[in-house]
Each structure stands twice: as C-alpha cells, then as structure tokens.
C-alpha cells in the first residue's frame, strides 16, 4: 500500500456508507451530506476568471431559463482545458464531448452507427483506403477555416508522441489530405474496418495554426502542461468562466453547425454550467432541489425521485434504468509480491461478494456479472459459454476461496491474517478509487469486508480523482478500480479486451499509459488481440474471443465488479423538457452530459415553460 497506508477500513465507516445507500434519495435531504455548490449560489463573492471576452456577466446569476446545469463530469476545481493533457477539465477532457473540440463523426450506440459531425461522409473507395468527406460550412471559433490539413495534423500528433490517440497509428499506415475537405485513412494490411471506423469517431481535431507552433517550440512534457484555458476548437460552445465551483460554457452564436448541413439551428441552451460537487451525495442532493438538469451521476434508489410525480426520469423506466455499456474492474498489480499469485487472485475474486455489491453500493443497477471480459451476450455477440470457460471462471464463494488458500499453504496468523510458505503477507494493500464515487467507495469497502473473510487484509485508499487518474495511468497502485475501455464504438470488444490484455506497448511503471494499467504482458493474448483486429469472419472472431477469455480467466489480471452504464443518465424537466427516454423514436442514446450521438439533446430541449 502506498503512502503512509491511508486506511479508512473501519466499521463505522462501512456502516455509514451502506447506511446512504440504503437510504436513497427519497424523503428530505440528509443534514449530514457535504453541501452542494448552489446553481446560483457559491460564487457571487468569487472574482470572475474569465476565459472570453464576453465573461463580464455575474456568472452566479446566470439566467435560469437559457442555462442548463450539469453533473457527474467533474469532481474537483479545473487544472486545464488541455485535451491531451490526460487530466483536462470536462469539456475537453476526453475523445466523446464534441462541446468545444470536436471529431469527425459521432457514436450512436443505439444504431451502432457514425452520424455526421466535421465529416459529412466516409466510404471506401478501395479495400485499403477509408475516404472521409469534411463540411465545407465548419471552421474555427477563432473564425479560422477548418480543412483536412487540421485532421492530418491532430492524428500527426498522436504518431509523433504518446497520446490517448496514439493507436490510430497501430491501426493505420497513413492520413492524407487529398484535397481541403477530403482525407484519406489508409489501413495497414490486414487491419480490420471497423478499426478504421473507431479511429474517425474517436479523435479530437484541433486547430493546426494553434498547435502546430507549440510542436516547434515545446517539448512533448511542456505541450501536456498547456493549460488552454481559451481552447479554439469548432464546437458549438466555448469556455466562459472557471473557477473552483464551476465551469461555464457560452454558446458560439457563430457556430458553423447551425448551417442546414448539418444542424440547422444552434443549440437551445445558451450556458451549459458544469458545477464541481464534492462527492456523489453532494450531487444528489443538487439534483433533488432541481439545480441539476442533466446528471452523469449515481443516484441511489433515483426511482424515488419521480414516485410521487415530479419531473425527474432515467432513460428505461424499469430496472437497471440504463444499457450496460462498460464493467468497472479491479486491477491488480502483479508485480506485488502475493499478488503476482494467480491462486491469490483466484482466491480473491471467489471471495467478493457480488450480489451485495450490485444491492447495496449499485442500487440494482447492474445485472449478475459473469467472469468475463466482454459484456452479456445480448450485448456482445461473441461471448461463449463452453464447459472449458465455465470450468475457469468464478462467482462469489468463499469456501472456494479458503479452499483454493488452503490449497497453497497459505495459513493464517494469530491476526486472522494468512501468510503464504515463503513469508509473504497476503494484505496490507490498497484498495483505491476517487473518494467522491460513492458507489465505488462503497463497492471497495465490501470488497475490503469480502478480503477479510477469508484472510486476505486490504483497506481502502480514498484520493482526489486526479491523483487515482495519475496512480492508474503511472501503475502507481497495489489494486485500483478503473472503467477499461469506458468507450463504444464500431470495434467493441476488442477495444476493452486490447485496453487490458494488450501489453505490446506498454510503458514501464511511472511512465503514463492510456491503458492496461497494471502492466499486464502476455505474448498470447498480444496475439489474440492482433489476431481480432485482423479478423472479420464472426465465426472467427467467436473462436479468437473465446481463446482470449481463456488466458484472460487463467491470468486474472483484472475482477469486473459490476455493469454499468457508459455513462449514467437522469434528467430533471422542471426547466428543460425534451429530453430522450428510451423507444421515443429519436434514437439519441441515453447519455448525460452529451457523449458521442447524444450531443443531439441540445438540439432537442426546450424551456418547459
């Protein structure tokens, strides 16, 4: 465990946690919660920073009627809007807001399809060549033109440094301009297409007579450290004001998108307002005094929002309210003596209680896990069940678990606590993730309680969500609760099976990574994952799948905990009304804070009153 072992296993600790989830979010609001930053409050006695021209407005007073508030994005003060920081702040934190920076096409996870964005059109127009047609309406908010020289130039920096767009380059040979608004994506051989599909939908395109100076001048640390405070990107917003609160976007009445190219309109909100909460329970409380429109956030037992009539809903309206779409695991680092046991790590993830987890720290929210690297088979076709798959995996028993450390002489001591042959204590490690994810937190200390049973001592280590970003991609961890490959796209599964199985090119410890994170290395499953990218026979593809859970359910680099949503979505319509549900017929996914497709919400709401 790091540090001077941050422990805060305690029983009443536990007790307190389980005793707000089971509370939920019905009744009044608990007056031991953290205070929620007020929508318009918190900030009235704070001098504006501004980050635009415009940002002379009272920030904390924002008009209600043209500003929709957000959460779930953000859980501590801004340190950058640099997106290939690794640490930016939402909106420019990641590849799947197109708010500020946007992409060539955009994520439909409910028609598994790309929608246009700054590319109109994709087609091959031979078996190697992927030719994206650009909107000749975009250009930049700094009223610069957007052409094909910007897209060669933002994937260019992914192959000259080592960036969260780095594996456009495992995928391609080259990106060409072949005219202003023609790119060409040339796959290397053998790569299979949808490779080439994830690459146009997942990379922020930024503006070359911006960065392209930087690279002349910078070193590729110095380039990471830009804090971009006014980011010049093609989206429909801009910052407009930060501070440790909140972030404020203002739309771009400028913006290119309301050409009838494309959305034939600007977005309905004028401010998306972004408030930092402290922790979970701090949102939640925000959300139920209607301060809140659209939250990426868990909410406990969130059913009670809408029982008595009030205008909150999710995307389904029945358990688990949301589409599973990624499985926050355990990672564990190997090289930790014990832990680089495989029949440790069997035992261990025979020990967590499962079904608890998903009650008490998910609410219900996920279905039964299955050891598995890929979701449930209505969702991913090539999960297979075979009695030689079975036969590895695992499901909360603990008398397996004692068995299995019975098995290898691992005895325990007058502490409870067992201690391998050659002296090695099984414990004393860190269970880490952000303290202000409740559900997590909770998740881990049932984890912790499950460890214990069987004599396995481990207890959690709670940080800021920077620091958990910084120890998962340095590897700077003993167990660490991550979202692998948290994304979709046209190449699922394959990418969450290459962001933990993967280890062809992964940076050693304290070097950052973009993916497995425990520096997991396995020539045969490397293989594997080269073998699916090439592969586009489903049959084949069951067979490789198949092959590829083997090593995974032999190894146990990683232990899914639960299903989850890609992102969680619940809506308050008491200023906003419009937003999606699931069958409405407008095929806008249900995801807060406008990830991929579901951007389209911002052309959909309307004031409710």
Same mark, same amino acid.
């Given at each position: 465990?790091?540090?001077?072992?941050?422990?805060?296993?305690?029983?009443?600790?536990?007790?307190?946690?389980?005793?707000?989830?089971?509370?939920?979010?019905g009744?009044?609001?608990?007056n031991?919660?953290?205070?929620?930053?007020?929508?318009?409050?918190?900030?009235?006695?704070?001098?504006?920073?501004?980050?635009?021209?415009?940002a002379?407005?009272?920030?904390?007073?924002?008009?209600?009627?043209?500003?929709?508030?957000?959460?779930?994005?953000?859980?501590?003060?801004?340190?950058?809007?640099?997106?290939?920081?690794?640490?930016?702040?939402?909106?420019?934190?990641?590849?799947?807001?197109?708010?500020?920076?946007?992409?060539?096409?955009?994520?439909?996870?409910?028609?598994?399809?790309?929608?246009?964005?700054? =590319?109109?059109?994709?087609?091959?127009?031979? +078996? %190697? *060549?992927?030719? !994206?047609?650009?909107?000749? /309406?975009?250009? #930049?908010?700094?009223?610069?033109?957007?052409?094909?020289?910007?897209?060669?130039?933002?994937?260019?920096?992914?192959?000259?440094?080592?960036?969260?767009?780095?594996?456009?380059?495992?995928?391609?040979?080259?990106?060409?301009?072949?005219?202003?608004?023609?790119?060409?994506?040339?796959?290397?051989?053998?790569?299979?297409?949808?490779?080439?599909?994830?690459?146009?939908?997942?990379?922020?395109?930024?503006?070359?007579?911006?960065?392209?100076?930087?690279?002349?001048?910078?070193?590729?640390?110095?380039?990471?450290?830009?804090?971009?405070?006014?980011?010049?990107?093609? =989206?429909?917003?801009?910052?407009?004001?930060h +501070? %440790? *609160?909140?972030? !404020?976007?203002?739309?771009? /009445?400028?913006? #290119?998108?309301?050409?009838?190219?494309?959305?034939?309109?600007?977005?309905?909100p004028?401010?998306?307002?972004?408030?930092?909460?402290?922790?979970?329970?701090?949102?939640?409380?925000?959300?139920?005094?209607?301060?809140?429109?659209?939250?990426?956030?868990?909410?406990?037992?969130?059913?009670?929002?809408?029982?008595?009539?009030?205008?909150?809903?999710?995307?389904?309206?029945?358990?688990?309210?949301f589409?599973?779409?990624?499985?926050?695991?355990?990672?564990?680092?190997?090289?930790?003596?014990?832990?680089?046991?495989?029949?440790?790590?069997?035992?261990?993830?025979?020990?967590?209680?499962?079904?608890?987890?998903?009650?008490?720290?998910?609410?219900?929210?996920?279905?039964?896990?299955?050891?598995?690297?890929?979701?449930p088979?209505?969702?991913?076709k090539?999960?297979n069940?075979?009695?030689?798959?079975?036969?590895?995996?695992?499901?909360?028993?603990?008398?397996?678990a004692?068995?299995?450390?019975?098995?290898?002489?691992?005895?325990?001591?007058?502490?409870?606590?067992?201690?391998?042959?050659?002296g090695?204590?099984?414990?004393?490690?860190?269970?880490?993730c952000?303290?202000?994810?409740?559900?997590w937190?909770?998740?881990?200390?049932?984890?912790?309680?499950?460890?214990?049973?069987?004599?396995?001592?481990?207890?959690?280590?709670?940080?800021?969500?920077?620091?958990?970003?910084?120890?998962?991609?340095?590897?700077?961890?003993?167990?660490?609760?991550?979202?692998?490959?948290?994304?979709?796209?046209?190449?699922?599964?394959?990418?969450?099976?290459?962001f933990?199985?993967?280890?062809?090119?992964?940076p050693?410890?304290?070097d950052?990574?973009?993916?497995?994170?425990?520096?997991?290395?396995?020539?045969?499953?490397?293989?594997l994952?080269?073998?699916?990218?090439?592969?586009?026979?489903?049959?084949?593809?069951?067979?490789?799948?198949?092959?590829?859970?083997?090593?995974?359910?032999?190894?146990?680099?990683?232990?899914?905990?639960?299903?989850?949503?890609?992102?969680?979505?619940?809506?308050?319509?008491?200023?906003?009304?419009?937003?999606?549900?699931?069958?409405?017929?407008?095929?806008?996914?249900g995801?807060?804070?406008?990830?991929?497709?579901?951007?389209?919400?911002?052309?959909?709401?309307?004031?409710?009153?």
């Amino acid at each position: 465990m790091k540090g001077n072992l941050k422990r805060i296993l305690c029983l009443a600790l536990v007790l307190a946690l389980v005793g707000l989830l089971l509370a939920g979010c019905g009744g009044g609001t608990d007056n031991e919660s953290t205070p929620a930053p007020s929508a318009a409050g918190d900030a009235a006695d704070k001098t504006p920073e501004p980050s635009g021209e415009d940002a002379s407005a009272d920030v904390a007073n924002l008009p209600r009627e043209e500003t929709m508030y957000l959460g779930g994005q953000i859980h501590a003060p801004p340190t950058n809007f640099n997106p290939l920081s690794g640490t930016g702040a939402y909106p420019c934190s990641g590849n799947s807001v197109f708010l500020t920076y946007e992409a060539l096409f955009m994520y439909n996870m409910d028609t598994e399809g790309l929608e246009p964005l700054l =590319g109109t059109s994709y087609e091959w127009i031979d +078996d %190697d *060549t992927l030719q !994206v047609k650009l909107n000749p /309406d975009a250009h #930049w908010s700094d009223g610069e033109p957007f052409t094909a020289d910007d897209v060669v130039f933002s994937y260019g920096m992914g192959k000259d440094y080592s960036l969260y767009c780095s594996d456009t380059w495992d995928v391609c040979k080259e990106i060409v301009a072949v005219d202003d608004h023609t790119v060409n994506f040339v796959r290397l051989e053998g790569i299979g297409k949808n490779l080439i599909h994830r690459q146009i939908m997942n990379v922020l395109i930024l503006p070359e007579h911006i960065w392209q100076p930087m690279t002349e001048t910078m070193e590729e640390a110095e380039i990471r450290q830009w804090e971009n405070w006014d980011p010049v990107g093609t =989206g429909a917003y801009k910052v407009y004001y930060h +501070d %440790d *609160t909140r972030v !404020v976007l203002i739309r771009d /009445d400028n913006y #290119w998108g309301q050409a009838d190219s494309m959305f034939g309109k600007l977005p309905a909100p004028k401010y998306l307002a972004h408030i930092v909460f402290k922790d979970n329970a701090a949102n939640t409380v925000a959300f139920q005094a209607g301060e809140i429109d659209y939250n990426e956030n868990f909410i406990p037992q969130m059913w009670k929002l809408w029982e008595n009539g009030e205008p909150y809903h999710a995307y389904l309206d029945e358990l688990p309210y949301f589409t599973p779409g990624t499985i926050p695991m355990l990672f564990i680092n190997m090289e930790k003596p014990g832990l680089n046991n495989a029949d440790v790590r069997r035992a261990i993830a025979h020990a967590i209680n499962y079904p608890q987890i998903i009650e008490l720290a998910m609410s219900g929210y996920s279905p039964d896990v299955v050891a598995s690297l890929l979701l449930p088979a209505e969702q991913e076709k090539y999960l297979n069940v075979d009695e030689e798959l079975e036969s590895l995996r695992w499901t909360y028993d603990p008398d397996k678990a004692n068995e299995i450390l019975d098995g290898i002489g691992a005895e325990k001591g007058s502490d409870g606590i067992r201690v391998l042959p050659d002296g090695t204590r099984l414990g004393f490690w860190g269970l880490e993730c952000p303290k202000s994810f409740s559900d997590w937190t909770a998740s881990l200390e049932i984890v912790a309680q499950s460890l214990k049973a069987v004599g396995i001592d481990a207890g959690s280590e709670l940080p800021e969500q920077s620091v958990w970003l910084s120890d998962s991609q340095n590897g700077e961890f003993d167990i660490i609760m991550q979202r692998p490959g948290s994304y979709m796209d046209p190449s699922q599964p394959w990418a969450r099976c290459k962001f933990i199985m993967d280890g062809s090119k992964t940076p050693p410890v304290g070097d950052q990574a973009f993916e497995n994170f425990n520096r997991y290395k396995s020539d045969e499953a490397t293989e594997l994952v080269n073998q699916i990218a090439q592969t586009e026979d489903l049959e084949e593809l069951k067979k490789l799948y198949t092959a590829l859970d083997k090593v995974y359910l032999k190894d146990i680099p990683v232990i899914p905990l639960m299903y989850r949503p890609l992102r969680f979505y619940c809506v308050y319509e008491g200023v906003w009304k419009n937003f999606p549900v699931a069958g409405d017929g407008t095929n806008i996914p249900g995801m807060a804070c406008f990830p991929w497709a579901s951007l389209r919400v911002l052309y959909t709401v309307e004031p409710a009153k």
